[in-house]
């Protein structure tokens, strides 16, 4: 079976500084991995995705992910956020072998003040 | 282009009353699937259509949800008997094809049931 973990329920951050979001998975199989943002009465949007190659991974609106196989982590960053970044973010993977379902992680909520 | 969208956006029910919420796809999208997201969570699986056929039904909670999709492009998530438990925001999401990385998600249909 495959899980996935966010560290990090939520997350305060003052507007400019960088930010991390922490996301860990376990998977005996090959997986593609995702980051999706949820704005306040919107659908899910995909950030950016992992599919194979290069391990680091850039995105939408300025954000970026590694994927590190041995530590079976791929956590979200961007090194300046506004505040128009206040947002629920979920990391999921998918089977690489198989369509359909995303497994998601429990969210964190991005919260970046002035 | 027009995005997924569902209807209705929000549905108040009784317990032990009869819902059916409904989700249109992209034009040309061949694959549909329905997640579930509670409060606080992140979103699970219910269903994944690959045109007309349910290709993996195992996230559906019980017999009292089925979802249909008669003509490979509209889907509609039936839920008999409800509970209060089977409150939660329900998503639905298309793709290109089942083996697409990229699924996209409509605005959700919030379900209260009282």
């Known amino acids: 079976a495959q899980s996935v973990t966010q560290l990090d329920s939520q997350v305060p951050v003052f507007e400019e500084a960088p930010v991390e979001l922490r996301c860990n998975y376990s998977s005996s199989v090959s997986v593609y991995l995702f980051w999706y943002v949820q704005y306040p009465n919107q659908g899910l949007q995909l950030l950016l995705k992992?599919?194979?190659?290069?391990?680091l991974v850039k995105g939408i609106n300025g954000f970026e992910a590694e994927f590190n196989k041995s530590q079976t982590s791929f956590h979200l960053r961007k090194p300046s956020v506004h505040i128009s970044d206040t947002a629920e973010y979920f990391c999921a993977l998918r089977r690489s072998n198989q369509g359909g379902k995303l497994i998601f992680g429990q969210g964190t909520e991005l919260s970046v003040k002035p | 282009g027009a995005g997924v969208s569902q209807t209705p956006s929000n549905k108040v029910t009784e317990k032990g009353k009869y819902v059916e919420l409904r989700c249109d796809p992209i034009?040309?999208?061949?694959?549909l699937y329905w997640y579930r997201q509670s409060l606080g969570q992140g979103p699970e699986f219910l269903i994944y259509?690959?045109?007309?056929?349910?290709?993996?039904d195992s996230g559906l909670p019980n017999d009292r949800f089925f979802a249909v999709r008669p003509e490979g492009s509209v889907s509609t998530l039936k839920i008999q008997r409800t509970e209060r438990g089977d409150s939660a925001v329900y998503l639905c999401a298309s793709s290109v094809r089942g083996g697409s990385e990229t699924q996209y998600f409509g605005p959700g249909t919030r379900l209260l049931v009282l």
């Open positions: 034009s040309g999208h061949t694959a």
């Open positions: 992992y599919l194979s190659g290069s391990t």
């Open positions: 259509f690959q045109g007309t056929g349910a290709a993996d």
